[in-house]
């Protein structure tokens, strides 16, 4: 048998296109998802004008803070931007936790996504928090069933186990579950340019086809050269936001990445004046408001360590105020690292970065280890929520007594 030599994926050079954060992600990071209807309103016309393939509009978060702090309706919020949008709308799931902390039955997760589609979504993307992707099946069949296309996302980590195998054998799972979409989801902006260099590849080869998006935080200060990669790389879509709302722990600026796909002749052909009104916009409500803008963030080392996003932190910061410990956050955010190593490494998103963060907390203010062990931690370690990447420490096994079972989900 002769072996075929190994050719280079072609790269594409189609348009590179733009999906807008701005009424989702961009504002729960900058204003703890505050935005309300009413300031959406105004400028919906010119973001639809924009020239944008898809447009976020919703996420876990978003039904926890209208609920409890806007005193608005979620659903109702849904049904009126898919109508008032020609854009087709795009919304986030966490899989079988859908968007909680908690694992839901299926039939659950089913009715969820029929209530989605009768709100007016096009797109359904899903992502588990562990990367098991046995966690989105479910979702996944009741979005094809209900007539939605299916964006399923691989969540960027760094440790040992999360090296560019992992990623091509968690893309390849997808592809087999025939979603519509790939996308990478750096909730922290922990990628690299140099890293970027041989995941990206590698992705688009294993992808066989399927489209890839990119979704990158802001808070290193890589997104937009990890973005420029992932154009050069031949990847399809990157997630972006309005400029005023972009950066910090926020989305690339929609200006900026635009500026690169033209660089690199994959120009979507936006509509130039409509970005400029809709940042306008937003940067007056900033004004009128009293509401922090996105700041372009500068290389902090330590973030490689804890890797907590942007918005845990200054959640954390809050917390530690309260507690009356702010001066022990440095001690903390060490602790962190060292607790997420001996949990196996888990990716510090939702449901999982509260839980780590929590046991930190927990073995710095009691001055020992594993003391106390919060009963999500037990459940996490037993294999509750899904298969773990990595091997939990012995020692904290023997110190939670429990056994991991990684087929219980």
Not at 345 to 351: G, K, M, T
Request: some cysteine; aromatic content about 8%.
């Amino acid at each position: 048998m002769t072996m075929q030599k190994a050719t280079k994926p072609r790269v594409k050079k189609q348009p590179f296109q733009m999906i807008d954060v701005t009424l989702r992600d961009a504002h729960q990071c900058l204003w703890s998802t505050r935005m309300t209807t009413a300031q959406m309103y105004p400028i919906l016309r010119q973001i639809d004008t924009s020239g944008y393939q898809y447009i976020n509009i919703l996420g876990g978060a978003v039904f926890d803070v209208m609920v409890r702090f806007l005193r608005e309706d979620p659903w109702k919020r849904m049904t009126f931007l898919s109508q008032q949008l020609s854009t087709p709308t795009d919304a986030l799931t966490r899989g079988q936790s859908i968007y909680t902390f908690e694992l839901f039955a299926d039939d659950v997760v089913d009715l969820n996504i029929q209530l989605l589609a009768q709100s007016g979504i096009t797109v359904l993307t899903v992502y588990d928090a562990l990367n098991d992707n046995r966690n989105i099946i479910s979702s996944v069949h009741s979005g094809k069933k209900n007539g939605l296309l299916i964006n399923a996302m691989l969540t960027y980590a760094l440790s040992p186990v999360h090296d560019d195998a992992y990623f091509v054998e968690r893309a390849k799972e997808l592809v087999d579950l025939e979603v519509d979409f790939i996308s990478v989801k750096d909730p922290t902006g922990l990628l690299t340019p140099e890293r970027a260099k041989t995941l990206f590849p590698a992705l688009v080869h294993a992808a066989q086809g399927i489209p890839l998006k990119l979704h990158s935080h802001c808070q290193s200060g890589l997104a937009p050269l990890v973005y420029e990669e992932a154009i050069k790389a031949g990847f399809d879509y990157g997630y972006v936001a309005t400029d005023c709302l972009a950066n910090g722990a926020s989305l690339p600026s929609v200006v900026e990445i635009l500026e690169l796909a033209q660089r690199h002749g994959r120009d979507p052909a936006m509509n130039i004046h409509a970005l400029q009104a809709v940042d306008e916009y937003f940067d007056w409500v900033c004004t009128r408001d009293g509401l922090p803008r996105g700041v372009k963030q500068t290389v902090d080392p330590a973030l490689y360590e804890h890797q907590i996003p942007g918005g845990m932190i200054s959640n954390l910061r809050a917390q530690l105020i309260t507690l009356g410990i702010p001066h022990r956050e440095k001690e903390i955010l060490e602790e962190t690292a060292q607790v997420r190593k001996d949990l196996g490494y888990p990716i510090l998103v939702s449901p999982f970065a509260q839980y780590i963060v929590t046991q930190a907390v927990l073995n710095v203010m009691q001055g020992e280890r594993y003391k106390t062990i919060p009963d999500e931690v037990k459940l996490y370690l037993k294999g509750h929520y899904g298969r773990l990447a990595g091997t939990p420490s012995p020692e904290v096994m023997a110190r939670a007594n429990v056994d991991y079972y990684p087929d219980a989900r």
